[in-house]
C-alpha cells in the first residue's frame, strides 16, 4: 500500500520534532488528518478510540518506543529468548515492538495482528520495503477466536488492551492464548496505570478516562477510580490454566526536565484529543468542559514545575509442559 506525502510527512514530524501541532494539514486539498472519526462507539465495537484514525496510528508509533524505553528493552524481565522462534503480538498496531523483536532476535519468526487495515498496512509497507523476512502482519479481531493452530506459538505478547478489550472479553481472549500457546511457552502481558501528576487538570481528565472505561465496561475498578486491569493480570493468567506467574513493574517519569517530558507530553496531548469525544459520550463530562480541562492541561504540563508519573505492570506466565 502506498501512503500518502501527508501521512508519511506527518508520522516524521511525530518523530523528529514532538513539539509541532497535533493536527497536520495535507497539501491535497488542505484536509485535516483529524478530520476522519475520532473515535468508535464503545457500546457497539468496543474501541475507544477509531482503530483507522491515522493520528492514533502516529501515536501509536511513539508510545511503542516510549515505553520499551522506560521497561528497559524489549525483553527486561528474564526469559529464554533462545527458546522463542514463533511469536504473536496481539494488537500490535504499527508494528513498531515486533519489527523491533525480529531485528535484534533474527531467529524469531514474529505475526502480528491488528483489526486495523490502516495500521497492517503501514507494518507490511515497512516489512517490504525493509526487506524484513522473518515478520509478517495479519488484520484480525482478537475479541474473536484468534485464527491460529493449537500450540503455534512460543510466546504471546500483547501491550495495552484495554482500550479494546471489556471486562468480559478478557478471560476469553486468554484461554484463545492459552490454546495456541505450545507447552513449555508463555505469555507477557503490559497494561498502565496512568496520570500520577501536579496537573490538576490532568488529574481530573486521568479521573475522567477511568470512569469513563468503567461505563464502557472496559475497567475491573468497582468505582472508576483507577484504570484498574493491572491487580487482576495475575489472576486472569492464573484461571486461564498459566502458572510461573511473575510480574515486574516499570515507570515513566516525564516530568520537566527529563528526557522524556517532551515525547510523553505530545503523546498525553493527542491522546486527550482522541479521546474527547469517548469522554463526553460516556457521559463523564459536556464536549465544552472537557475542552476548558484540554487547554489547561496543555499549559500546566509544560511548565517548569510539571511532575508526572505513569506506571507500567509486565506480568508473565507459562503453559505447563
Known sequence: ???????????????????????????????????????????????????????????????DRLITQAMGGLFPEPMKITQVHHLLDIACGPGGWLLDVVKHYPHIQGVGIDISQLMIDYATSLVQTQRISNAQFRVMDATQPLQFPDQAFDLVNGRIL????????????????????????????TEPEYGFTNSAALDTLTGMAAEALRRAHHSFSPHGRTFGTTPMLRFLLSQAGYDSIQQQAHVIDYSAGTPLHQSNTQNLLVVYQLLQPFLVQMHVASAEEVHVLYEQMSTEVRRPEFCGLDYYLTVGGSKPQ
Not at 56 to 62: C, G, K, P, Q, T
Not at 164 to 171: G, I, K
Open 1 to 63: 500500500m502506498r501512503f500518502s506525502r501527508c501521512l508519511l510527512g506527518k508520522i516524521a514530524r511525530w518523530n523528529g520534532d514532538h513539539q509541532n501541532s497535533t493536527v497536520y494539514r495535507c497539501k491535497e486539498g488542505n484536509r485535516r488528518m483529524t478530520d476522519a472519526p475520532l473515535f468508535s462507539d464503545a457500546s457497539a465495537s468496543g474501541y475507544v478510540i477509531d482503530a483507522e484514525n491515522a493520528a492514533e496510528m502516529a501515536r501509536l508509533i511513539v508510545q
Open 162 to 189: 484495554t482500550g479494546f478489550l471489556s471486562t468480559t472479553q478478557w478471560p476469553h481472549l486468554l484461554q484463545e492464548c492459552w490454546r495456541i500457546t505450545r507447552p513449555g511457552g508463555s505469555i507477557r502481558l
